[in-house]
């Protein structure tokens, strides 16, 4: 799948984000490496720490369906820059491997890079003590 096709997937599906309170919408679409695609949106709640960031709920979709291994996720959003995850996103993409993030906005900016450059220290789980 081309770029283009995926970030216009994630735009479309920014569009149904539910952010009342900050009003910042964000769109995301994953790629599987067997070619599946599974689209998320923010979705705000009034105890914003239980908010969850489009990223995460493409991820989480895609994982509840047996999809484990990705090629690449497109986000976007309305900002002056291509969009960039939050921290704790990029964590939970690190914890699926290195592929490709296209970051974007509404302009068509966009820019190319991989997890591991967006988390170049991230946890793994050969850190953890066994």
Excluded at 27 to 54: P, R, W
Excluded at 107 to 117: C, L
Aim: one cysteine or more; proline letters at 3%.
């Amino acid at each position: 799948m081309k770029n283009e096709e995926l970030l216009n997937l994630a735009k479309k599906v920014r569009e149904k984000a539910f952010a009342p309170y900050s009003k910042f919408k964000v769109g995301a679409a994953l790629l599987t490496k067997s070619g599946e695609v599974f689209t998320g949106c923010n979705v705000e709640c009034t105890s914003y720490g239980l908010t969850i960031c489009a990223e995460r709920v493409a991820l989480t979709k895609a994982v509840s369906e047996g999809f484990t291994e990705f090629a690449k996720i497109a986000v976007v959003a309305d900002t002056k820059e291509p969009c960039s995850p939050c921290g704790a996103c990029r964590q939970f993409l690190h914890d699926f491997g290195d592929f490709d993030v296209i970051l974007s906005n509404l302009e068509n900016d966009t820019k190319e890079i991989t997890i591991a450059e967006l988390l170049p220290f991230g946890f793994k789980d050969s850190d953890l003590q066994k």
